[in-house]
């Protein structure tokens, strides 16, 4: 009778130990800007609405999301402008790519899949300057 009251004071006590933990983090998904020669200097502005702390990455949870890329030209005479990328399906623990390429003669910027596939694109041309 007493071992077994010592088993379940001890017992209580390991679930009150696990009830202090913090919730775990969930697996997130990365957001990277390739670093590929091209016409303008590419920045995460935002995700979501939020500004991003690392200009070059992100993390986000998986899910649709909205990332806003602002292009600088390389010369500070022209000012600098934003387009918006989007994708519903982010998975956790993949690596997604954003870059600037060409596409059919014309600068697009583009946001790669885990497995190279293109998720989304936009034509430079439709960059929205600030103001």
């Not at 602002?70 to 010369?75: A, D, E, G, V």
């Not at 998975?91 to 583009?110: H, K, M, S």
């Amino acid at each position: 009778m007493k071992k077994t009251i010592i088993a379940t004071f001890a017992g209580l006590g390991w679930l009150s130990a696990c009830s202090v933990l913090p919730p775990a983090q969930p697996p997130l998904a990365t957001l990277k800007l390739y670093p590929v020669p091209s016409a303008h200097v590419l920045t995460l502005a935002e995700v979501d609405g939020a500004g991003t702390s690392d200009g070059d990455q992100a993390q986000v949870i998986p899910g649709a999301h909205r990332i806003a890329v602002s292009l600088r030209p390389p010369t500070a005479d022209r000012p600098a402008c934003t387009l918006a990328l989007q994708y519903a399906n982010f998975e956790a623990g993949q690596v997604y790519g954003i870059f600037e390429g060409d596409w059919n003669g014309a600068p697009t910027l583009f946001l790669k899949g885990a497995r190279g596939e293109i998720l989304d694109s936009r034509k430079v041309a439709q960059c929205a300057l600030p103001g």
